[in-house]
């Protein structure tokens, strides 16, 4: 019972923010008029952005996971380096 | 090692995995990309669940002196959770397997493309904040469950009395 309390918790929170950015965004898809269903291409078709994101997929190397742990690695070196900085700066003496 | 924090590493490994083939639909297909996602934020309903006493502790406690690091924690774990839900929504909004498959038909807007790229490489960096945080307890946890599994070798002192004096 208190699982389900606990998940209960978690889903209405997390409905709560989705529903904030879903109002934020558009969600009736005319936050972009320029942009509608009838202009995009729809299955099947390259994507704008030339993202032909391999439906089938199965094929070549993984470098969107080479991808990933560079940006990961980057979010936790420029993390690193601030947490060290801010120490740094704390621990200099003031000059008077 | 106890078995709360035995199923916390599997399952935190698991998806992190998961989280890897979830964000490269390229090699995984679209379909995969999408169904994995799902089961996805099923594991990290889990995850939350496991460390839901923490969550209730820092959350009472946020205000108050000497929580600094715990803190921090706190307010990147909002961070990645408000971002996974932009990538569920934005998600949602674009799927091209699931969605029609419940028969539903969505209009297409870019922008929602664009916010799920943009919250997709977010969480990237998030996650990696994320993993570096906790780092210490990975590399004990997974040090622990290795040392478990492996058999251990039979000293003098783990025998019997009779055997020792023998």
Redesign the interface.
């Known amino acids: 019972m208190t699982t389900l309390y606990r998940v209960l918790v978690i889903l209405v929170v997390a409905f709560m923010i989705g529903g904030v950015m879903f109002a934020a965004v558009g969600g009736n898809g005319t936050s972009n008029p320029s942009a509608q269903a009838g202009d995009l291409p729809r299955e099947g078709h390259d994507r704008p952005d030339g993202h032909d994101e391999g439906r089938e997929g199965g094929g070549g190397l993984p470098l969107g996971w080479i991808k990933s742990l560079v940006l990961m690695s980057v979010g936790a070196g420029v993390f690193l380096g601030m947490g060290r900085l801010a120490s740094l700066i704390k621990s200099k003496p003031v000059l008077s | 090692m106890s078995k709360t924090n035995r199923t916390k590493l599997l399952l935190d490994l698991g998806a992190f995995v998961a989280?890897?083939v979830v964000?490269?639909?390229?090699?995984?297909?679209?379909?995969?990309?999408e169904w994995l996602a799902v089961a996805l934020g099923g594991t990290i309903?889990v995850h939350?669940?496991l460390n839901?006493n923490w969550l209730v502790e820092v959350t009472k406690r946020f205000f108050t002196k000497g929580l600094n690091g715990a803190r921090t924690n706190y307010i990147l774990n909002w961070l990645l959770?408000?971002d996974g839900?932009?990538i569920?929504?934005?998600g949602i909004m674009i799927s091209?397997s699931i969605v029609p498959t419940l028969g539903l038909m969505?209009?297409?807007?870019?922008?929602?493309?664009s916010?799920h790229d943009l919250s997709a490489?977010i969480s990237?960096?998030?996650?990696?904040?994320h993993?570096?945080l906790h780092w210490s307890w990975i590399v004990n946890s997974f040090k622990r469950l290795v040392n478990f599994s492996r058999p251990q070798p039979v000293t003098p002192l783990a025998m019997g009395s009779k055997e020792v004096k023998a």
């Open positions: 989280f890897l964000m490269d639909p390229r090699s995984s297909g679209i379909a995969v990309h309903i939350l669940l839901w959770f408000i839900i932009m569920m929504v934005s091209e969505l209009p297409q807007d870019m922008a929602w493309r916010l490489n990237l960096l998030l996650m990696g904040i993993i570096t």
